[in-house]
């Protein structure tokens, strides 16, 4: 039996993402790759040290692993790419270019990648966007991730290569640091206020956006991984969700917990960013074709942050 590689290991899903594989195949055939170091606590895997756009160090950490399975997550996110566009298109779109060639060419038999709602802008429908809409993104994170769709959905048709990928929210979660995306500022605040400080929100009070709880994300993901490919109607861009809300009502519902809890607003180049996704997302064909349901509502993802960041209690 061959290996799983994750590449971008070490970022906030990939951290999530090792425990989870590991229960499924066991630690000797998970291989972590990453361009930054490996935590210690991931110290006793096989760790590498990788840059995706390294084609020819990637073909070889593939064989010399008999890698079966790739989990694609090394990207340069949203607001991080708008500050070095250059090297979001050279990760995002040529590394995943040399994943799928390099999968296909090693005859990989599954490759997920995960896109995002930055795929969509002004144009798409604010609200219940279906999978298959109007996408005219204006950053370079959002043209490189419809790219990694287009691309996967290519290696499909054409190659015959099982690209699977679906379109996350915002993720919030405890583990790891979210990675320089537009909706950071969901994870900052729980931080902010168990340690009883006041927060400057980089996005407007008002701005609605999509999000999810990392358990929620990891579950559909291993869905997407574990689900019959007959049953597949879409291959990488399958919408999920699972509630959207605002940075003002994200600031409430802490503060029901928190009652001393404070924001201030003070938009900057990520308000424009936010202002181009939509509010809300229809999840119906990933909860047809392969069972898509979020366990966790606000309320309940609030419970769990504080519990576990500061062991706030309601
Ligand atoms: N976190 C979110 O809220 C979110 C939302 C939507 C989609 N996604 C998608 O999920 C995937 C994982 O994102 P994440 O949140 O873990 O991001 P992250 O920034 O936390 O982690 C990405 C990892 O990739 C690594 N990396 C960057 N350039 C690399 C290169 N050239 N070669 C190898 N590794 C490199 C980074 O060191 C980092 O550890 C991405 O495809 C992203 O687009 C994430």
Sequence with gaps: M???LITGAYGQVGQELIPILTRKF?????????IVKAPEKFSKYSNHNLDVTDREKLEKLMSDHDVEYIFHLAAILSASGEKN?????????IGTHNILEAARELSVKRVMIPSTIGVFSRETPRRNVPVNTVMKPRTMYGITKVTG???????????????RGL????????????????????????????RREKYSCYIARDTV???????????AMMALFDADLQRLRFHSDYNISAFSFSPAELEAAIRK??????????????????????????????????GFRAEYSMDSMVD???????????
């Design 2 to 4: 061959g290996t799983t």
């Design 26 to 34: 066991g630690m000797d055939r998970v291989v972590l790759a990453d």
């Design 85 to 93: 566009p250059g090297k979001a298109f050279l990760t995002n779109a």
């Design 149 to 163: 769709e287009m691309l996967g959905n290519y290696y499909f048709q054409k190659f015959g290569l099982d690209v």
């Design 167 to 194: 379109r996350f929210p915002g993720l919030i979660s405890y583990t790891a640091p979210p990675g320089g995306g537009t909706t950071d500022y969901s994870v900052e605040m729980f931080h902010y206020a168990v």
């Design 209 to 219: 956006l999509p999000m999810m709880y990392m358990p929620d994300a990891m579950g």
């Design 257 to 290: 917990r928190i009652p001393d809890f404070t924001v201030t607003y003070a938009p900057d180049y990520r308000q424009e960013i936010a202002e181009e996704w939509p509010e809300t997302i229809d999840s119906s064909e990933a909860a047809r074709d392969w």
């Design 304 to 314: 769990d942050m504080l519990l576990n960041l500061g062991g706030v209690r309601r």
